[in-house]
Nanobody
């Protein structure tokens, strides 16, 4: 089992910045992907940014150039630096970790279990 602790959400004006952090604990298994999704009421949760265990980042097109994700593999933490925030960035942001369950085909085919944080509110408004 994995427990996630999120921090850094809040209220910010358009054009401002926030930094989200997430710390994972409680698992002895390898954590593969780790990152952030967000959700607006009535809409599907969407990927914001994820960084893999190899350090490869993946960004939603809507945040490229504005958000930067980073990860400390040893500490099982991930952070999201959000710059030039826009009202449309307003959402509940959820930390996500993928925990490795099995590995096949020489390590190229992984089966993982997702774990979600409780979510932290980010509101961008003047």
């Amino acid at each position: 089992q994995v427990q996630l602790v999120e921090s850094g959400g809040g209220l910010v004006q358009p054009g401002g910045s926030l930094r989200l952090s997430c710390a994972a604990s409680g698992s002895s298994s390898k954590i593969t992907d780790m990152g952030w999704h967000r959700q607006v009421p009535g809409k599907q949760r969407e990927l914001v940014a994820v960084v893999t265990s190899d350090g490869d980042p993946i960004y939603a097109d809507s945040v490229k150039g504005r958000f930067t994700i980073s990860r400390d593999l040893a500490k099982h933490t991930v952070s999201l630096e959000m710059n030039n925030l826009k009202p449309e960035d307003t959402a509940v942001y959820y930390c996500l970790v993928e925990v490795l369950l099995s590995e096949d085909n020489g390590g190229t085919d992984w089966t993982t279990q997702p774990y979600w944080g409780q979510g932290t509110q980010v509101t961008v408004s003047s």
